[in-house]
T-cell receptor, first 115, second 115 residues
Framework: AQKVTQAQTEISVVEKEDVTLDCVYETRDTTYYLFWYKQPPSGELVFLIR??????QNEISGRYSWNFQKSTSSFNFTITASQVVDSAVYFCALSEGGGGFKTIFGAGTRLFVKA | EAGVAQSPRYKIIEKRQSVAFWCNPI?????LYWYQQILGQGPKLLIQFQNNGVVDDSQLPKDRFSAERLKGVDSTLKIQPAKLEDSAVYLC?????????????FGSGTQLSVL
């Protein structure tokens, strides 16, 4: 069965601090996909990144970076030099490659960035 | 490009009443999803359509929830009768295809309060 755990319920940082959001997943499939979505106060989830299980290269996009480690079943998300606009709820999600897939989401981590 | 449209934005009803939500996906997106997001939790898939056919409705409480996507475009989700525990945000999402690596595009959701 697939499962996504985001142990951090809320994180509060001061602007310009770096922050890492943790995501641990469980799956029996060898082919799967991991995602991060951002949910700002407006409520609309916005796609940030997608990773497939065969690509363990870390990725950097501006102030955002992602660390995928199959050995620990983790897909962590780091925001460097956080800004107030980064305040949102961030969801990690997993989709298995087998038939009848569905994307399941973790419980989310609420990030507060204070000025 | 227009995003996923949902209405209404907010709805307040009393228990045992009925309610309906509407969703219009991004033009050309074949797959449409309805998610339920209870406060403090991640989105949970209720039903997934591929064009006008149901792909997955395993977590839809069929005794009270129903959904349709008659012409393979917009969709309606109905609850009848509503219970207190149905209070949640109902999110509609769409994707171009139905592969497990598809990124989802979300609407702003309908916040339902059942009193």
């Amino acid at each position: 069965a697939q499962k996504v755990t985001q142990a951090q319920t809320e994180i509060s940082v001061v602007e310009k601090e770096d922050v890492t959001l943790d995501c641990v997943y469980e799956t029996r499939d060898t082919t799967y996909y991991l995602f991060w979505y951002k949910q700002p106060p407006s409520g609309e989830l916005v796609f940030l990144i997608r990773r497939n299980s065969f690509d363990e290269q870390n990725e950097i996009s501006g102030r955002y970076s992602w660390n995928f480690q199959k050995s620990t079943s983790s897909f962590n998300f780091t925001i460097t030099a956080s800004q107030v606009v980064d305040s949102a709820v961030y969801f990690c999600a997993l989709s298995e490659g087998g038939g009848g897939f569905k994307t399941i989401f973790g419980a989310g981590t609420r990030l507060f960035v204070k000025a | 490009e227009a995003g996923v449209a949902q209405s209404p934005r907010y709805k307040i009803i009393e228990k045992r009443q009925s309610v309906a939500f509407w969703c219009n996906p991004i033009s050309g997106h074949a797959t449409l999803y309805w998610y339920q997001q209870i406060l403090g939790q991640g989105p949970k898939l209720l039903i997934q359509f591929q064009n006008n056919g149901v792909v997955d409705d395993s977590q839809l409480p069929k005794d009270r929830f129903s959904a349709e996507r008659l012409k393979g475009v917009d969709s309606t989700l109905k609850i009848q009768p509503a219970k207190l525990e149905d209070s949640a945000v109902y999110l509609c999402a769409s994707s171009f295809g139905s592969a497990p690596n598809e990124k989802l595009f979300f609407g702003s959701g309908t916040q339902l309060s059942v009193l």
